[in-house]
């Protein structure tokens, strides 16, 4: 069984294989040996390498929350045709996304302006912070999906370039 | 006399701390929300709730016409602010003196003459106390800032008169710099809080931030409950406060202590109020300003001097006075505060609100945990990011950081990034075991504050066994755990009650 997790953005492949008293994990050149499996609700407990560790961990689709000796972390399954690094421009060079869902307090912007890299294309709040989202390249807008004092959520797309290869 | 009914004009762990406080004077509480709040958790701990207003703040918890019309309708005698939002604005003081609503706090006149920096620095130097070298009034011409930044020699700090959280500060090293740093304050502040007025002082290059609690009441009499030490801050917001510093030693304590009540003095300040100061290398401490509120940080003073500060607040309030002689104030043991916030240390600390998926809350002696958030609530993205304060108590400094250590890692918050890894971490550099730090604290130990590495395979492991499970596969490890489909008592067979 093949696993693809990508933790603060670096995937990982972890492999697992059943054996007689456990699992063998395989992550790059390093093999454990997992027993005394326990897993219940929101609580999970083995032995790796003959050590017991205990580790919480809740699931919201794709991304899961854990937290293993006082820290905690996200790690999110990464589909096999994601993993591939085939596409040219990745999403994010044509989109600005906020990092945080939040409101959409400024808008500088109008579809047909041309930005340079680093021109702050929308601003977006959120508990009492603000937080600037800047072109990633130069470019021209070409669509905006939201207006100001509309609420954002997290990794969505607010103002989008025109694609660099339709223009040349 | 005492108060029947309290509006509590705020939200989350602040607002269920003074819901308790006024439970334990048999005061009724009353709750407000907005519209994103309705099902937010201090609301459970009131007598009564009224919805103040729609999710923005300003609409909301900073609407001081529906705040004051809603105490009215509830038949509230007082309100308390709790921090942030209305505490700190000498208007909505006002607003609730004219309306003969008992403000929990100071007098609107004493919150006006602390709020601003400049005027409120010129007071306490009148009574001796010491302040940070510099202008005494709003600077105007640029010749004016030379000749200043000369006289109290480079480094020097250029600041907003209405200042606060950093904006519209700039540190500058040379003369070269100094016309460009003051126009940048200027515009900072200008944009920040509506007012450019900046003014010049010297440059603390390594502070320590000591605040000390003082109460006064209507009577004059007037206790220090010694300091707070709030150097380990991000963004300028502190993430974790101790009590007795590491930097005081008994004859400065007592200074300081002694400078702070002068403060409030000077300032006919009343309620609970907090003076901070700056400590630098040779021990020389300033006055920085007022906080006219009670703080996040006001459980650790609780801990080491078992005064209840809330309580404090609401019966100096209503008029009683402080029933504490300073020599009956003692410290006793060593407390930590640590905030928990929903936010991202491995992302620039970026706010992240969301739901909150498994909670679970670390107990034990010496454990205090006041919070906001239960499992299954949507933290909204229109406040400050604050979810709980994890506060411990113990005999002395180093327990007190084991101690503090093992909550962390006993406290887990899932569904939303926050910083409890972060704040374990804290713990275990060799700065702050030693009690070495100063406000640069974060920026300079970057690199053992971040993630560690060692464990990340277990939890990779972690997750793709959990997947495995989610699938079907069976994951059993050699037998010594059965699977139920059945509950225990379906397992016990015939059973039936017992008449006696």
Redesign the interface.
Known sequence: MENRLRHLNEIHLIKLAKEKDGYKAIIGDAEYKVSDLFVKENLICFRIDGELRVIYHAQDSGTRYMALAGEHYVVETVKARESGAKSTVPQEENSVTSQMPGLLVKLPVAVGDKVKAGETLAIVEAMKMQNELRAPRDGTVEKINFQEGEQVDALQAIVELADLHEKQ | MMFKKILIANRGEIAIRIARACRELGIRAVGVYSTVDENAHHLRYMDDTHWIGDS?PQASYLNISNVIDVAGRAGAQAIHPGYGFLAENSDFAKACEESGLVFIGPSSNALALVGDKVASRNTVQKVGVPIIPGMRTVGKDSSGFKKMAKKVGYPVIVKASMGGGGKGMRIVRTEKELEASIAAGQREAKSAFGDASVYLEKYIEKPRHIEFQVLRDHHGNVAHLFERECSIQRRHQKIIEETPSAALDDELRMNMGEAAKKVIEIAEYTNAGTVEFLLDENRNFYFLEVNARVQVEHPITEMVTGVDLVRQQIRIAAGDKINLSQASIKQRGHAIEARIY???P??NF??????I??L?EPSGPGIRVDSGIYQGWDVP?????ILSKLIVWAENRDVAIERM?NA??DY????I??N??YL?RIMGTSKFTKGDYDTHFIDENEEELS??KE???????????????KKG?S????G??VRRDTTPWQELGHWEICED
């Open positions: 923005p929903a936010e991202d491995e992302n970026l706010p992240c609100p969301g739901r998926l498994y679970n993205p229109h406040y400050d990011p250590s962390l890692k887990i918050v899932l569904g990034k926050n409890l890894g374990k993630i560690p464990n990340i395979h277990v939890v990779l492991v972690a997750a793709a066994l959990l997947a495995a499970e596969v994951v059993e490890s050699g010594t755990q």
